[in-house]
């Protein structure tokens, strides 16, 4: 018994010095093995996998969040009637109550918390609608209306950020790509509807048709 523990634990001081003594081999040289395994892996067979080249026609940022850099796409650009101020030349309490500004977007119903928690100006600076302003006044870029989000969905930004929150504009292979909250999400009315699965749809629905037959 006793020589079976000593075999068990030098099996594990040999591992041990495999994966974290240095080694050298052909003349190079690296701290452990997993650093030679993460070296040689980056050029695999003189090939590296990446979606550079499917990005090359998107619109796209860069940005960092705390450890994490990686591109969102430009957001600006896809609003219709931005810049906002071309139609929001003044304060907006003075443009609703006049007769000679038309209706545009003004009947939007927003759907995102209680009204006695959030309205249009929790979100939209009424003097600058060019920009976004955060809950305690500062005014945030509309491309970067995450930095919205993330005062409330905490947890949702700290996974967005890490890459397990969202979807990819192309793919996992670098550089990283990501969706914005407001590509997925209608920041008005950002729930999602609830939906039978499709294969509910389409196979269950014949399953129980072709049994009242």
């Known amino acids: 018994m006793m020589n079976y523990r000593i075999t068990y634990i030098s099996g594990y001081l040999l591992l ?15 701290h452990s093995l997993t ?6 892996s980056q050029n695999y067979h ?7 080249k499917y990005l090359e026609d998107k619109e796209l940022i860069k940005i960092t969040e705390g450890e994490h850099t990686f591109l969102i796409p430009e957001r600006k650009g896809k609003i219709k009637s931005y810049a906002c101020i071309e139609c ?18 003004w ?15 929790t979100c939209h600076n009424g003097n ?5 302003t955060s809950l305690t006044g500062k005014e945030i870029d509309f491309n ?11 947890s949702q930004f700290d996974d967005w950020k890490g890459g397990a929150h969202g979807k990819k504009i192309v793919g996992w292979a670098p550089p ?29 629905v014949k399953e129980r048709k072709d049994e009242l037959e």
């Open 16 to 30: 041990f010095m495999l994966l974290f003594v240095s080694c050298k081999h052909n003349g190079e040289e690296y």
């Open 35 to 40: 650093d030679k395994i993460k070296h040689k």
């Open 46 to 52: 003189k090939t590296q996998i990446s979606s550079e």
């Open 88 to 105: 929001h030349s003044k304060p907006l309490d003075q443009m609703q109550n006049s007769a000679e500004y038309k209706k545009a977007h």
């Open 107 to 121: 009947d939007i119903k927003l759907v995102h918390a209680t009204k006695d928690m959030m309205d249009c100006m």
């Open 128 to 132: 600058n609608m060019n920009k976004l």
């Open 144 to 154: 970067r209306s995450y930095k919205l989000c993330s005062q409330c969905h905490t």
């Open 176 to 204: 990283r790509a990501s969706m914005t909250c407001v590509n997925c999400h209608n920041p008005h009315n950002p729930s999602f509807k609830k939906r039978w699965p499709a294969r509910f749809n389409t196979q269950v």
